[in-house]
């Protein structure tokens, strides 16, 4: 069972999730657009305990799933679950879970954190997106590899750099009020 603090946390981060998917850059060549909502699940990865973290990314998902309009691009409903992109949003709960668990295992630094967010934050995502990707659009795993995965590496490393940095500040805040 969540403590209040906990729910209240999962809610929050689930609506940053949401509001990073406020950055939405289509591009031509892909349904997968760049988004800020990868960086918000680094956060909640890196900052939230392992259930914690779980759950704030699965009600980020039924919020989506039941139509309102959470995912990149203001877009809602099962639809985008089961379309192209639905494969990266289902990682999520599962990125976060293992970021906050790998989090909980080691003496934390930033170049740790670093290897954590690249592992959950961009591996397991690609591993969970580009196969549904691959099947939804009717496209082999390695053009999936490259319409869903190569072009966005180098911004998906800054994000990594960048919420890395944060989580690192953010950590002893959060802690204090425990």
């Known amino acids: 069972m969540l403590s209040l603090r906990e729910m209240i946390l999962a809610a929050f981060f689930a609506a940053l999730t949401f509001i990073m998917g406020f950055i939405s850059i289509p591009l031509p060549f892909s349904p997968v657009p ?5 960086f918000a699940l680094m956060l909640t990865g890196s900052l939230l305990n392992p259930i914690t973290a779980f759950f704030s990314m699965v009600v980020y998902l039924l919020l989506g799933a039941i139509g309102i309009p959470v995912f990149a691009g203001l877009h ?13 949003l289902f990682a999520m709960p599962i990125a976060a ?9 080691i003496k934390l630094n930033y170049l740790k954190l670093i290897l954590i967010n690249i592992f959950g934050g961009i591996l397991v995502v690609y591993a969970i997106g580009i196969p549904q990707l691959a099947y939804v659009a009717g496209i082999g795993l390695k053009k999936a590899l490259l319409v869903g995965a190569v072009p966005y590496l180098i911004g998906d490393f800054i994000k990594v750099l960048i919420a890395s940095y ?3 500040k953010l950590r002893p805040i959060l802690n204090r009020y425990k």
Request: aromatic share 4%; hydrophobic share 45%.
């Open 34 to 38: 760049i988004t800020g909502q990868t």
């Open 97 to 105: 879970l293992i970021m906050s668990l790998l989090i909980r295992k």
């Open 166 to 168: 944060l989580a690192l």
């Open 76 to 88: 809602g409903g099962i639809g985008v679950l089961l379309g192209p992109t639905g494969g990266y």
